[in-house]
């Protein structure tokens, strides 16, 4: 089976999607952390991506040698989450071979597994349009901002709602695979619900 969340930035897809996957033991996999471990390879080979649009074809062989390693990403989410990395991940994103190299690692990942939850962007979309269950998430901008600055323990409210709005609308009106839900996803307003409500709201649209 398979389960896809897709929303706006600091919905709960991924908060949500772990726990749900440990409750219901499916396996999990957080594409937007694929998007954000490309970015950081391509900041650690030194490739400046203010402007990046004359650097396409070495972002392209550098990606191309690039091999995802799980393990890896999952023990340094704290460095993929930084403020560079999620502001250039949204530029990196719009590249269609970057996408490919996305998708083609969930495909292999999704082979291997019988029963998976997939959050991110386009997953109920683009890369599983034929998933059994499919979410697509919202939050009041507010309170979306109220808890990353929680989570960053920054005071900047009004910096962090600003950079959210930016990756929404970089992500909602990009040309290759937009942010937009699923005719048939089922729409989860997470702003007044707590992290274990969402949890369970899920797992009774599954029964
Ligand atoms: N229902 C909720 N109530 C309170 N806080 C929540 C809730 N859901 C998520 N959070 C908190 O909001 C923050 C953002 O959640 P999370 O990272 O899961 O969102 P996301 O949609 O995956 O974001 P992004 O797409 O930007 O990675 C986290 O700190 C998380 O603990
Ligand atoms: N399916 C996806 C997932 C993510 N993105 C882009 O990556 C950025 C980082 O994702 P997070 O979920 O970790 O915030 C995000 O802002 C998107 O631009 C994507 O395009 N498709």
Do not use: W
């Not at 499919?134 to 005071?155: C, G, H, V």
């Amino acid at each position: 089976m398979i389960i896809t969340i897709d929303g706006k930035s600091c919905t709960g897809k991924s908060t949500i999607a772990l726990l749900l996957s440990k409750k219901i033991n499916f396996s999990y996999i957080n594409s937007g952390l694929l998007y954000r471990a490309i970015t950081h390879e391509i900041l650690k080979n030194k490739i400046d991506l203010i402007n990046f649009k004359n650097k396409e074809e070495q972002i392209k062989l550098l990606i191309n040698h690039y091999n995802f390693d799980l393990q890896k990403i999952n023990e340094n989410i704290s460095i993929f989450k930084t403020i560079e990395i999620s502001k250039f991940g949204t530029e990196i994103a719009k590249l269609q071979f970057v996408r490919d190299k996305v998708n083609d690692y969930i495909s292999e990942i999704n082979s291997k597994y019988k029963n998976i939850i997939i959050e991110g962007r386009d997953i109920g979309t683009k890369v599983f349009p034929n998933a059994d269950f499919k979410f697509f998430f919202i939050a009041d901008i507010d309170i979306r901002a109220n808890r990353l600055a929680l989570e960053r323990n920054s005071k900047e409210i009004n910096k962090i709602k600003i950079e959210i709005q930016k990756r929404d609308l970089e992500d909602e009106n990009r040309k290759n695979s937009p942010l937009k839900k699923a005719i048939s996803a089922i729409l989860i307003d997470t702003s007044k619900l707590t992290i274990e409500e969402t949890v369970n709201i899920l797992e009774q649209h599954l029964k």
